[in-house]
């Protein structure tokens, strides 16, 4: 388990326009939530320029908002 964020390994998963922009969705190689060891998942959004404009974090088994 990585001891900070900037150890996470983010794989791309999926990419869709959301009308203004893309979303992208990444998945941690090497984390899940403690909760229920669930695959976790990071969301941004991104402006026409591929700026990003919001991120969340959640799980992708049982859905909860991991976003600090």
Known sequence: MPS?????AWRLINTEDWGGGLERTYQAENVEH???GGDVLLIQLHDEMDAVTGSRSRCAQCGDDLTD
């Open 4 to 8: 900070n964020a900037d150890e996470i």
């Open 34 to 36: 403690a909760g229920c």
